[in-house]
């Protein structure tokens, strides 16, 4: 009975003094990605919203476009620094981090659409207040898409760029997402596991072979921006993580992209995985969305053909 209870007592001390190690590895890992900084911000660039703060930035004057980023490991309104300047030569523009994001606050909460829904109809009522032109990108397109049903008095046109596919956005938490999301956001073993997916070997080969067109058109300063945001925040950058890879954030747009009245064009890449099936699910929905294709330029046209984004942005703007 003793060589028993000694057994357990040596096992607790074990286990103790792992979880101590790796919560160590943790913070080295969390401190050594912020150390080139290239996500700076000061405290009068934030929107103090009941969830968290939420980094924004301003620029330009004219009719008002709110920027949105996509979702991927380690997004954030980075995404739009070749563009905003541009655009803010006609425009009023904003882009943001949103909450679990980049420079925002990352709550330790389950991340739903909805969440984001109302975000996005909070800052535009209470930062842009007035209706407002949107450019996003990815998985986010199904954001302003709820959004414009929640509140149809925030938004006007509407740009998606390379959108999810309905059909994916259907599938909801199984338990073994359930299971999933419950590991990574198991303290200290979890967040290891999280540190060990979004290393900065797997974000670059993310860019290199789905994201870009051309893999040598990705640079070393934008693979260090996106392994620098995964990770700021610490333990909970990991909670928007596990709520999107675990289905959390997934919701049926079909019936909203129905009903949109909101002028809504498409943009996709012209290597951009599935991209004519996945128009093509928007466009039997609503046959008034127009759609064009951006020349070499894969899943980010805005980072990787600039002149033809931006080419194809103007013409619609000014319709």
Same mark, same amino acid.
């Given at each position: 009975?003793?060589e028993?209870?000694?057994?357990? /007592?040596?096992?607790?001390?074990l286990?103790?003094?792992?979880?101590?190690?790796?919560?160590?590895?943790?913070r080295?890992?969390a401190?050594?990605?912020?150390?080139?900084?290239? %996500?700076p911000?000061?405290?009068?660039q934030?929107y103090?919203?009941?969830?968290?703060?939420?980094?924004y930035?301003?620029?330009?004057?004219g009719s008002?476009?709110?920027?949105?980023?996509?979702?991927?490991?380690?997004?954030?309104?980075?995404e739009?620094s %070749?563009?905003?300047d541009?655009?803010a030569?006609?425009h009023t523009?904003?882009?943001?981090d949103? %909450?679990g994001?980049g420079r925002?606050d990352?709550?330790g909460?389950?991340?739903?659409n909805?969440?984001?829904?109302?975000l996005l109809?909070d800052?535009?009522?209470n930062?842009i207040k007035?209706?407002?032109d949107?450019i996003?990108?990815?998985f986010?397109?199904?954001?302003?898409?709820?959004?414009c049903?929640?509140?149809n008095?925030?938004?006007?046109k509407?740009?998606?760029v390379?959108?999810?596919?309905i059909?994916s956005?259907?599938?909801?938490?199984?338990e073994k997402n359930?299971?999933?999301?419950?590991?990574?956001?198991?303290?200290?073993?979890?967040? %290891?596991i999280?540190?060990?997916?979004?290393?900065?070997?797997?974000i670059?080969?993310?860019?290199?072979?789905?994201?870009?067109?051309n893999?040598?058109h990705?640079d070393d300063?934008t /693979?260090?921006?996106?392994?620098e =945001?995964a990770?700021?925040?610490?333990?909970?950058?990991?909670?928007?993580?596990?709520?999107?890879?675990?289905?959390?954030?997934n /919701?049926?747009?079909s019936?909203?992209?129905?009903?949109?009245?909101?002028?809504?064009y498409i943009l996709?890449?012209?290597?951009?995985?599935?991209r004519? =099936?996945i128009?093509?699910?928007?466009?039997q929905?609503n046959?008034s969305?127009?759609t064009s294709?951006?020349?070499k330029s894969k899943?980010?046209?805005?980072m990787?053909?600039?002149?033809?984004?931006?080419?194809?942005v103007s013409?619609y703007?000014?319709q």
């Amino acid at each position: 009975m003793k060589e028993h209870n000694r057994k357990i /007592i040596t096992l607790a001390a074990l286990t103790t003094i792992a979880a101590g190690i790796i919560h160590v590895a943790n913070r080295c890992i969390a401190a050594s990605s912020q150390i080139k900084n290239l %996500l700076p911000a000061t405290e009068n660039q934030y929107y103090d919203w009941r969830f968290g703060k939420v980094f924004y930035t301003k620029r330009g004057s004219g009719s008002p476009i709110l920027l949105i980023h996509d979702t991927i490991t380690g997004s954030s309104g980075y995404e739009w620094s %070749l563009t905003a300047d541009r655009l803010a030569e006609e425009h009023t523009v904003y882009t943001i981090d949103l %909450l679990g994001c980049g420079r925002s606050d990352k709550p330790g909460i389950t991340y739903t659409n909805f969440l984001f829904v109302q975000l996005l109809c909070d800052f535009t009522k209470n930062v842009i207040k007035e209706k407002t032109d949107v450019i996003a990108c990815g998985f986010s397109c199904s954001f302003i898409t709820m959004a414009c049903r929640y509140d149809n008095t925030c938004f006007n046109k509407i740009i998606f760029v390379n959108p999810p596919s309905i059909n994916s956005l259907k599938q909801y938490p199984s338990e073994k997402n359930k299971l999933f999301k419950y590991l990574i956001e198991f303290p200290v073993f979890g967040t %290891l596991i999280y540190h060990m997916i979004v290393s900065r070997e797997t974000i670059s080969n993310l860019f290199i072979d789905n994201l870009y067109f051309n893999p040598f058109h990705v640079d070393d300063r934008t /693979i260090d921006v996106y392994y620098e =945001s995964a990770h700021k925040g610490g333990y909970y950058a990991k909670y928007m993580y596990s709520s999107q890879k675990s289905k959390y954030m997934n /919701i049926d747009i079909s019936k909203s992209i129905q009903e949109m009245d909101n002028s809504i064009y498409i943009l996709t890449g012209e290597a951009e995985y599935k991209r004519e =099936s996945i128009v093509d699910e928007y466009m039997q929905l609503n046959q008034s969305i127009e759609t064009s294709v951006i020349e070499k330029s894969k899943h980010f046209p805005h980072m990787e053909n600039v002149s033809g984004f931006l080419n194809a942005v103007s013409d619609y703007l000014i319709q």
